[in-house]
C-alpha cells in the first residue's frame, strides 16, 4: 500500500469522525421543544375585603404551563372557590361567597434544574369574578320583655374586578413524569373610585390568602 493511499485513508477517517462530532454536538445544542403541561391545583384559602373578613374556605384550579427557559414558567389558570363566615363564632354576620378567579402569571425559578427542590417566586396579573351574601341578625323584643331572635337581614354582592397576585413555594420532581409544587400566595383586587359607602355591598380591594398544592403534569 502506498504512503499517499494510507494518507488519503486516514484523512477520510478524520473527517468522517470531524463530521459525526460535528453532528452531536449541534444535535446537543437544539433546543427541546417546548411542552405545554397541565397544572391543577387545591388549596385552603381566607378572604376578606377592606374591612370585612368573608370567611375560609376550599378552592380548585385548573390550568396550563410551559417552560420558556430553564428558569422561567408561564402558567395561566382558572379557578373556583367558596369561602363562608358561620358557627357559633361568628357574631351577627355571616357571609358566604364563590369566587372564580383567571390569573396568567411568570414563575422564576432559582437553581439548576439537577436540583430535586428549586424554590420558585410568581407575578402576574388576575381578574376576581365574587357573587356571595351576607347574612345579619337581628334581635327583637319577645315575651316578658326578653331579647328574642329577629328576622335575618341579607345582603348580595356581585363583584368583577382586576388585580394583582404574587406567590412563592418550591418546586420537586424535576426531571420526573410530575412536578410537585407547595406554595403559598397572595392576591388583591384594585379598589375601584366609584365605591359608594352604604350603597356598594364589599368595600374593594378583596384580599385573599391561599396555600395549596399544585401538581404539574
Known amino acids: 500500500m502506498s504512503?499517499?493511499?494510507?494518507?488519503?485513508?486516514r484523512i477520510s477517517a478524520l473527517s468522517l469522525v470531524g463530521v459525526s462530532l460535528t453532528a452531536a454536538i449541534a444535535h446537543a445544542q437544539t433546543p427541546e421543544p417546548r411542552r405545554l403541561s397541565l397544572t391543577t391545583g387545591?388549596?385552603?384559602?381566607?378572604?376578606?375585603d377592606d374591612e370585612t373578613n368573608l370567611g375560609r374556605g376550599v378552592l380548585l384550579?385548573?390550568?396550563a404551563s410551559t417552560m420558556v427557559s430553564d428558569g422561567v414558567r408561564i402558567e395561566g389558570e382558572v379557578s373556583i372557590g367558596r369561602h363562608t363566615r358561620?358557627?357559633?363564632?361568628?357574631g351577627y354576620l355571616q357571609a358566604t361567597g364563590t369566587?372564580?378567579?383567571g390569573?396568567?402569571?411568570?414563575?422564576w425559578v432559582i437553581g439548576p434544574s439537577s436540583w430535586g427542590a428549586r424554590p420558585f417566586l410568581s407575578l402576574g396579573p388576575m381578574l376576581t369574578r365574587s357573587r356571595g351574601e351576607f347574612r345579619t341578625s337581628t334581635l327583637i323584643v319577645g315575651p316578658h320583655g326578653h331579647?328574642?331572635?329577629?328576622?335575618?337581614a341579607t345582603q348580595p354582592w356581585r363583584v368583577t374586578a382586576p388585580g394583582w397576585e404574587l406567590g412563592t413555594g418550591t418546586e420537586m420532581g424535576h426531571g420526573s413524569k410530575r412536578i410537585w409544587r407547595p406554595e403559598l400566595r397572595v392576591s388583591g383586587?384594585?379598589?375601584?373610585r366609584s365605591y359608594q359607602p352604604g350603597v356598594d355591598v364589599l368595600e374593594q380591594p378583596i384580599l385573599t390568602l391561599r396555600a395549596g398544592l399544585t401538581v404539574i403534569w
Open 147 to 152: 331579647p328574642i331572635d329577629g328576622p335575618v
Open 61 to 63: 384550579a385548573v390550568g
Open 189 to 192: 383586587t384594585r379598589a375601584p
Open 42 to 48: 387545591a388549596a385552603i384559602i381566607a378572604q376578606t
Open 86 to 90: 358561620g358557627g357559633p363564632n361568628a
Open 3 to 9: 504512503r499517499d493511499h494510507v494518507l488519503s485513508t
Open 99 to 101: 369566587p372564580v378567579v
Open 103 to 107: 390569573t396568567a402569571r411568570a414563575a
